[in-house]
């Protein structure tokens, strides 16, 4: 289904042709996000038994929630494995902390290593951060 958006020509008149094309992009990416978030309130608000139906009540909460909060949005994978990675890398960087097995020349490059990835994905994570936008 297509939903067609009818504005105006008054509120338009003043727009260049790139900007108009700008404000259908913008546009519509914003009412897709709208719909995203619709769709994890009407998720969340659903009984297993029930059909997935988004009310107008929901649309109003999506932006309601997006006008206030701002869109949620999903984190890409790679950050996800990156947090993974930089969590897991940290619990065994302390478990490897060893002064005594230091004299081994392997369990020194071992620990190095790991205290690289932790430290390698704990930085890529701080420099990519989504607050940073």
Same mark, same amino acid.
């Given at each position: ?48 038994? &029930?059909?997935?139906? *988004?009310?107008?009540?929901? =649309? ?8 206030? +909060?701002? #869109? ?32 081994? &020349?392997?369990?020194? *490059?071992?620990?190095?290593? =790991? ?8 930085? +890529?994570? #701080? ?7």
């Amino acid at each position: 289904m297509k939903i067609d958006i009818d504005i105006s020509d008054d509120k338009l008149q003043n727009l260049s042709l790139t900007a108009k094309t700008e404000m259908e992009k913008v546009s519509k990416h914003y009412i897709e996000e709208v719909l995203d978030e619709a769709s994890r309130i009407e998720e969340s608000r659903r009984t297993s038994n &029930s059909n997935p139906e *988004i009310t107008a009540a929901i =649309i109003n909460d999506a932006v309601v929630i997006a006008r206030n +909060y701002g #869109i949620r949005k999903r984190k890409p994978k790679r950050q996800i494995i990156m947090q993974i990675l930089a969590f897991v890398a940290s619990i065994f960087t302390g478990g490897l902390f060893d002064t005594e097995k230091f004299k081994d &020349s392997g369990y020194v *490059i071992l620990f190095l290593v =790991i205290f690289l990835i932790a430290i390698v994905s704990t930085v +890529y994570l #701080i420099l990519n951060d989504n607050n940073n936008e």
